[in-house]
């Protein structure tokens, strides 16, 4: 099945829609959603309020659109049917979990701190401080030498 045709399909158990972002206040542990900010094939990004810290942050969700989908009705992410699928989904969510863990261990001034890591809906999330202001892509020159990267 392809994703146009994915996108397509919609009934009372499960949807396959490319915007499946998790609805403006969903409870997410001590989090709450405010809006998406970004999305890709791996996964969607949200700014949340943190109601320990009553700080914004950015939640990163693990939701690999090739070999997973959001149940629009329970909000779970859930491996497709095709072959492999599960064991597919199983070792994305793991290596997101396993990278989370790690960029919470570094510490550098040229990264952004992970804050947490957690499982909700049957997928990973970390998440991280809002930083405001533009991203590097909006900073980055047409051509990146070595000199812009110091």
């Known amino acids: 099945m392809n994703m146009n045709a994915m996108a397509d399909i919609d009934n009372e158990t499960h949807a396959y829609v490319k915007d499946v972002a998790l609805p ?3 409870e997410l ?3 709450r959603i405010l809006s998406k900010i970004g999305q890709n094939d791996r996964g969607i990004t949200y700014l949340a309020h943190d109601k320990k810290s009553d700080k914004q942050v ?3 969700e693990s939701l690999p659109f090739f070999c997973a ?3 629009v009705n329970t909000l779970q992410v859930e491996a497709m049917g095709f072959d492999g699928a599960v064991q597919y989904y199983a070792h994305i969510t793991k290596h997101f979990v396993r990278t989370a863990h790690a ?3 570094a510490n550098h001034p040229n990264l952004v701190p992970v804050l947490e ?3 909700a809906f049957g997928t990973a999330y970390y998440v991280m401080p809002y930083l405001n202001g533009q991203t590097l892509y909006h900073n980055a020159p047409a051509v990146v030498d070595e000199e812009w990267l110091k």
């Open 58 to 60: 950015v939640i990163k």
């Open 29 to 31: 542990a001590h989090f």
């Open 24 to 26: 403006k206040y969903t």
């Open 117 to 119: 890591v957690f499982e």
């Open 103 to 105: 960029l919470k261990r």
């Open 69 to 71: 989908f959001r149940d």
